[in-house]
């Protein structure tokens, strides 16, 4: 069974943004890596690239107009909150509301979920509009509570 760690290692190491990346959260239900590669992604690539790096993790894809999505986000973010100490609330519009900054600033943001056996998997990318390099990576390996 894959680790979260490995996990994150495959998703960074795909889009060139394993050196320097760095968790913003690890604790024993939830790992959050962020990371940046000098590489430019073409903007009409990133839904075929995070597409490939699913088939990658031998990970099954949840459709984008799922109710399935808003339950796999809570349940990353209660992963956040049972053990990290936040000094800010926690909500399950924190990735939406997270997006709608991050295009408001003229970045173009795409994002995927993904399911394994024992976890959730979100990964986001984002890069300025006109295709200026970092291409940001952020992925989110969550555990699953079945």
Known sequence: M????EIAGQVMGFFDAFKGSRP?????RILIVRGRSRKVLPLNEFEQKLSEIGEILEATEVD?????????LEIGDK?????????NDVDNKGFTRMKEEL???GLVVAYKVFELPKF??????WEDKNE???????????????
Do not use: C, F, Q, W
């Not at 913003?24 to 024993?28: L, T, W």
């Not at 984008?64 to 796999?72: D, G, H």
């Not at 956040?80 to 100490?85: F, L, V, Y």
């Open 79 to 87: 992963n956040i909150k049972r053990s990290e100490n936040t000094t």
């Open 24 to 28: 913003a959260i690890d604790n024993e």
């Open 120 to 125: 959730n998997i979100v990964i986001a990318i």
């Open 103 to 105: 295009e408001s600033m």
């Open 64 to 72: 984008a107009t799922s109710e399935e999505i808003s339950e796999i």
């Open 2 to 5: 894959k680790k979260t760690y």
């Open 132 to 146: 200026i390099p970092p291409l940001y990576v952020e992925v989110t390996v969550s555990e699953r509570e079945d």
